[in-house]
């Protein structure tokens, strides 16, 4: 399997940008389709955005569509996800995942990162 380590969280004011980042090692990055998910206290955890194993094909969440991006680094190794106009509601704990195919589903996805919280102060 591929370990996977989160970065770039933090506080930051309704409006603002962060950029997280999520480093693989192990097995080739390149295998994997790679997603966003995150979970807020007291929730479940949640899609928020995937990408493709070329990164070529993409798909997120409504409630980011239009302000977060994600893409990815294979020579690096890195994935990333840009987010833009953020709000209180995107507060959460940021988590990164590796799956064998392109999804959506949770389930489907069988590494994770630890996590980085990203709070949006109002």
């Known amino acids: 399997q591929v370990q996977l380590v989160e970065s770039g969280g933090g506080l930051v004011q309704a409006g603002g940008s962060l950029r997280l980042s999520c480093v693989a090692s192990g097995r080739t990055f390149s295998l994997y389709s790679m997603g966003w998910f995150r979970q807020a206290p007291g929730k479940e955890r949640v899609f928020v955005a995937t990408i493709s194993r070329s990164g070529y094909s993409t798909n997120y969440a409504d409630s980011v569509k239009g302000r977060f991006t994600i893409s990815r680094d294979n020579a690096k190794n890195t994935l990333y996800l840009q987010m833009d106009s953020l709000n209180a509601e995107d507060t959460a704990v940021y988590f990164c995942?590796?799956?064998?195919?392109?999804?959506?589903?949770?389930?489907?996805?069988?590494?994770w990162g630890q996590g980085t919280q990203v709070t949006v102060s109002s």
């Open positions: 995942a590796a799956a064998p195919l392109f999804t959506t589903a949770l389930r489907d996805f069988h590494s």
